[in-house]
């Protein structure tokens, strides 16, 4: 059986900014800046990462109890935030999640960078959380890589070593395609994201799509 990892932000959905917006009131009500510095980049990160970021940003230490403080405020409002600006599923994805899940060869799961809180609020927003037998977010890892690395570790543990033999990863960044490579997989590209055709091209994975509209393509890919 093959475990398919999907990215979320740029590559399932989008949300209009959701996620700065909400960390901009995070910052107010943890820490009383009223307007905080938040211009970062935030595709093809980990959540643990930018809030480190934030915090030394904006003249905070980085420690674990800013982080937790920042975490804490930041999952608190999102949902919030999130039901205000809204946004949109992607070209083809609602097909494509409903042939995937119909496919018994298919483990699906989610490999995001966002929180697992925040995933799984994005997820059941835009009515995906059915499709998904489960999300590994960025609560602890600075790096995507590492993301990776600690989700086929524990993909391992549920289902046995032969488990890290058949990965695909479906993402819209190179850093989906680095950290894919990383733990020996498969990638889907899509250029859905910030990111050119070009520099995903640049990084080897087994194709590179406009979107996921081409069905018949996509599952082609993901079931060979």
Not at 93 to 103: G, H, I, R, T, W
Not at 109 to 119: I, K, L, P
């Amino acid at each position: 059986m093959k475990t398919i990892l999907f990215d979320i932000d740029g590559t399932l959905l989008v949300t209009h900014s959701g996620g700065a917006a909400t960390l901009r009131q995070a910052m107010y009500h943890g820490f009383g800046i009223e307007s905080p510095n938040i211009g970062i980049q935030f595709g093809g990160r980990t959540d643990r990462s930018i809030l480190t970021e934030l915090l030394l940003l904006n003249g905070l230490v980085d420690n674990q109890s800013n982080r937790d403080r920042l975490r804490a405020h930041y999952v608190r409002l999102f949902p919030e935030t999130l039901n205000q600006v809204g946004g949109e599923l992607m070209p083809g994805v609602l097909p494509l999640m409903k042939e995937v899940a119909s496919d018994q060869s298919l483990r699906p799961y989610v490999m995001t960078g966002n929180f697992h809180e925040t995933g799984q609020h994005k997820l059941q927003h835009f009515e995906l959380s059915g499709f998904f037998r489960g999300i590994f977010g960025g609560d602890h890892d600075s790096c995507r890589n590492e993301l990776a690395k600690r989700t086929a570790t524990e993909l391992v543990s549920r289902y046995g070593s032969a488990a890290a033999d058949d990965l695909i990863v479906v993402g819209d960044t190179v850093a989906d395609i680095r950290c894919g490579h990383a733990i020996g997989a498969k990638v889907i590209a899509v250029c859905t994201g910030g990111q050119t055709r070009e520099q995903l091209e640049s990084e080897s994975p087994l194709t590179v799509q406009d979107d996921l509209t081409n069905l018949p393509e996509i599952m082609r890919w993901l079931t060979q």
